[in-house]
């Protein structure tokens, strides 16, 4: 039998809205460390978002909805992920999970601390350079592309990407540590 006092404690659509839209970057970012693309994160996270909104009335209050949306959205990532393993290598089950504790565990004031480390780092590097770090994240065959305009072999870009991205990482590194102290 529903609990007569649970209407009174479900969220209006306003108030989820605004918490959705308030934790969208981070709710895309934890997807995307599940998931292998963009397209993936953006199918996954409209699925989640209509299980939210239809299980609503399990959530207590504002502070829990990040972690709730998280565990939500964890679902959806792992069950697209098994329609992915048909087309392709995938990682385990066991990696996936280890991966998504760990992403589930960073609060929003970590993972804005973090977006703006990178940021900052970001605008380090030169133009060439930071389209560089962008493009295996742009698509297939982005990185391809660039070796293509700058006629350097793409085994020697994607040496200069690993280089570049240990800068960037060592960057971040120290931003946070001085945010941090």
Not at 14 to 38: C, N, T
Not at 55 to 67: I, V, Y
């Amino acid at each position: 039998m529903p609990d007569p006092n649970q209407s009174s404690n479900r969220l209006s659509e306003g108030e989820f809205m605004r918490l959705f839209v308030k934790h969208e970057p981070a709710l895309r970012a934890f997807a995307r460390s599940i998931l292998p693309d963009w397209n993936s994160v953006d199918d996954a996270l409209q699925e989640a978002s209509v299980t939210m909104w239809e299980k609503l009335g399990q959530l207590r209050d504002e502070s829990g909805f990040l972690p709730w949306a998280k565990v939500i959205l964890r679902f959806k990532c792992l069950s697209a992920i098994g329609a992915v393993r048909r087309d392709r290598h995938v990682l385990s089950d066991e990696v996936l999970n280890l991966i998504a504790d760990e992403a589930e565990a960073m609060d929003a004031e970590e993972f804005a601390a973090i977006r703006g480390a990178l940021t900052a780092c970001l605008t380090q590097f030169s133009e060439p350079h930071q389209a560089l770090l962008l493009a295996p994240y742009a698509g297939d065959g982005r990185v391809k592309q660039l070796a293509q305009q700058g006629r350097k072999s793409v085994n020697a870009l994607y040496k200069l990407l690993g280089r570049l991205r240990e800068k960037l990482a060592n960057c971040i590194r120290g931003q946070l540590e001085l945010e941090a102290s």
